[in-house]
Nanobody, 127 residues
Framework: QVHLVESGGGSVQAGGSLRLSCEAP????????MAWFRQAPGKEREAVAT????????AYAEFAKGRFTISRDNTRKMLYLQMNSLKPEDTAMYYC????????????????????WGQGTQVTVSS
């Protein structure tokens, strides 16, 4: 199901920054496990970061640690991904995802654990 709407992608040079946004349709997403995934051409979709609903429990993929920050604004039903020090290997389609059945993400679940997705926003990093 496609209920989420991402924005903020674009083209930047290596070392640059982008902030991705994801808008949820209802308040029910505020208590859900939400995540950012990415998929590069020819590669599997991989988790970037997750944010559990209702508690301060965040997890990052190794490649994202120290460079990316996931955050939520429940008053606006928004999920964000601040990406700094971008590298060409970060080039991918980035997706927002939600698991309404679970509040706790428990780390970095596989894409199959998420039922709600956005259509994606393209991030291209040039060297």
């Amino acid at each position: 199901q496609v209920h989420l709407v991402e924005s903020g992608g674009g083209s930047v040079q290596a070392g640059g920054s982008l902030r991705l946004s994801c808008e949820a349709p209802t308040d029910s997403y505020n208590s859900a496990c939400m995540a950012w995934f990415r998929q590069a051409p020819g590669k599997e979709r991989e988790a970037v970061a997750t944010s559990s609903g209702g508690i301060d429990w965040i997890a990052y993929a190794e490649f994202a640690k120290g460079r990316f920050t996931i955050s939520r604004d429940n008053t606006r039903k928004m999920l964000y991904l601040q990406m700094n020090s971008l590298k060409p290997e970060d080039t991918a389609m980035y997706y927002c995802a939600a698991d309404l059945a679970h509040a706790i993400c428990g780390g970095l679940p596989k894409a199959s654990a998420f039922t709600d997705w956005g259509q994606g926003t393209q991030v291209t990093v040039s060297s």
